[in-house]
Every structure is written in C-alpha cells, then in structure tokens.
C-alpha cells in the first residue's frame, strides 16, 4: 500500500457555512466572557493586595499609583491574551468563511478501535490533520484497516466536518 496523500479543495454547502457562522457567534460570545471577567479581576487583584498590605501594617498600602500602575498592566496582559489567542484561533474560520472551501483529503484506515466507556466507534487513519475519527457502527463493521476513507475539514481552521 502506498501512503500518498490526495487532497483537493470543494466549496462549502450551505449547511456547512451555518456550522462555522454558528461556531463564530458562541466562540466570539466565550472570548467576550473571559475578557469581561480578566477586566473585573484587573480591578479586583490590585485592591485585594492593598487590603492585605493594609492588614500587614504597610503605611501607604492604598497608593492610587499602584493600584492603577499595577491594573494597567494587568489590563494589558488580558488583552494581550486575549487578542493574541482571537487571533490565533478564530481568524481562521474567518477565513475558512471568507474562502468558502474546504479541504478533502484520502486516508487510509491503520487500526479501528471500539471504545466500550461511551460505546463509540472510531477509525485511526493516516492523515497530518487528524489522528483518528469517530465512525458509526454499519462503517466499522463493514470497513478494514488498509481501506481509504476520505475525511472533509475546514481549509484553515482545520475544522472537522464529515468523512465519507
């Protein structure tokens, strides 16, 4: 058997498009949440430490400029955060939204697993993007190792969405 790796790009249907523009609204609505409570706890963290400077009998435990020197930096680094990890992630699908295609690409199937703690039923294949894929029962049944199966997913974002 011969490993070569065919892939090949197809537009996305219009199911597939509602899939990431779904996945975008609830991941931009969790970004939101995190930096709406990195924000409070900015604010929470430097006055929690002058309360416990003042308990230890520190003179100036309550310095306006360290309260506010200390929350711009931790502003700062949730925003960093944040931004970088938006970045990183969700701009992908923006872009696979952008592109509307996706990647199909062949593999071949090396072991099948059945996993008895959720009875699922997954295949492990020999793709760059995806170790294994979880597979109804009549395809684990009715497919060996060494078949081809060919798995759909995202062209940047490297989403799954279907094999077939």
């Not at 003042?54 to 930096?73: D, E, Q």
């Not at 960093?80 to 592109?99: H, I, N, Q, T």
């Not at 009715?142 to 490297?158: C, F, L, P, R």
Request: glycine share 6%; no cysteine.
């Amino acid at each position: 058997m011969v490993n070569s790796l065919l892939r090949y790009n197809e537009p996305l249907n219009n199911s597939e498009i509602d899939f990431l523009r779904k996945k975008v609204g609830g991941e931009r609505k969790q970004y939101y949440k995190i930096y709406s409570m990195l924000m409070i706890l900015s604010f929470l963290v430097p006055f929690a430490g002058a309360w416990y400077r003042a308990a230890g009998g520190v003179a100036n435990a309550f310095s306006p400029l360290r309260y506010f020197g200390f929350t711009a930096f931790l502003l700062f680094l949730s925003s960093l955060a944040v931004g970088l990890s938006y970045r990183l992630y969700l701009r992908k699908v923006f872009w696979d939204l952008k592109a509307h295609t996706k990647t199909i690409e062949l593999s071949h199937i090396v072991r099948k697993q059945f996993m008895p703690q959720n009875n699922s039923y997954h295949f492990y294949i020999d793709s760059p993007n995806r170790l294994s894929i979880e597979v109804s029962q009549d395809d684990f049944y009715h497919m060996d190792e060494g078949d081809e199966v060919s798995i759909e997913y995202t062209t940047h974002a490297k989403i799954f969405l279907g094999y077939f």
